[in-house]
């Protein structure tokens, strides 16, 4: 493939030689358009990503990472962004990393997906801030957890980790975290400047969980009680497949749905 000027296109990166090799043969058994640029690294069309993607995932071979680029500012756009990362970790950036770990099929809509991501540190100090400068976050004081939502997508913040729902795609979601890590920053950089806020806009009862639930009692999921199920649901300590009448009975299908999309609000 020749890059064109001013069309956009992905790097995809591989974590070594072997990972990358591999994807490349993949690409070429499909007949994938890609530029090979070396044998760490490919850049493809970008409307092609999330098809050149999962081809790769699917063919068990793993990514590291994307880099989205145009042609004009490639050179100096990349090695600016190499730089950078390179400052950010010598210069004791608050927040280093963060390590996706766990991709799974949304609940409630199977073309999308959720994820679970790690914070290299503890976040909890800056969560008050975070809770003042994103509009319509909802705040959670005892369980250090901020939710919030960016167009379709549910984002719930831990003090060790991130979970997102119905990202489109694994770029989708690559992006997302990208984003957060530079809010969280930035945060962090002008705390002296902000009022943190402890205001807890939404908070989600037991009692509200139960409402939803069948409240047979019939003890599938293992609990004595729907009560008790909804109690280690929002510690998350049950999962909602365990409530076996609730997914399965049509009578609770409007329950069901109110049901997984909290708990991928609260990234559960
Ligand atoms: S499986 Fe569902 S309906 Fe049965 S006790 Fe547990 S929460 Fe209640």
């Keep these: 493939m020749e890059i064109e000027k001013d069309k956009k296109y992905e790097i995809i990166v591989f974590p070594n030689q072997d990972e990358g090799l591999k994807a490349q043969r993949i690409l070429i058994s499909r007949g994938e358009d890609f ?15 999330q098809a050149v993607c999962r081809s790769i995932i699917d063919g068990n071979t793993l990514i590291s990472g994307y880099y989205p680029f145009l042609y ?7 090695f600016k962004r190499a730089e950078a990362y390179r400052a950010d970790n010598a210069n004791g950036v608050f927040l280093k990393t963060i390590t996706l770990c766990y991709v799974a099929p949304c609940m409630a809509d199977e073309k999308k997906i959720r994820l679970i991501a790690y914070f290299n540190r503890d976040i909890t100090e800056i969560l008050p801030y975070l809770n003042a400068v994103i509009k319509g976050a909802s705040y959670n004081k005892g369980a250090s957890t901020l939710t919030f939502a960016k167009e379709r997508r549910l984002i719930n913040l831990y003090n060790l980790k991130i979970t997102i729902a119905k990202a489109d795609d694994i770029i989708d979601a690559w992006h997302i975290l990208d984003e957060v890590k530079a809010l969280i920053n930035k945060t962090h950089e002008r705390k002296t400047d902000i009022a943190p806020s402890y205001d807890e806009k939404i908070k989600v009862t037991a009692l509200q969980i139960y409402g939803w639930l069948p409240k047979t009692n019939c003890r ?13 649901f929002l510690l998350g300590e049950q999962d909602l497949l365990n409530c076996k009448p609730l997914l399965e009975e049509a009578r609770f299908a409007e329950n069901k749905k109110i049901m997984q999309e909290m708990a991928e609000a609260l990234g559960i």
Aim: with cysteine; charged share 30%.
């Design 35 to 49: 530029k090979h640029i070396s044998t760490l690294a490919v850049a493809i069309p970008e409307q092609r990503r």
């Design 220 to 232: 599938a999921c293992g609990e004595a009680t729907c009560l008790a199920f909804a109690v280690k």
């Design 72 to 78: 004009r500012d490639y050179e100096e756009d990349f």
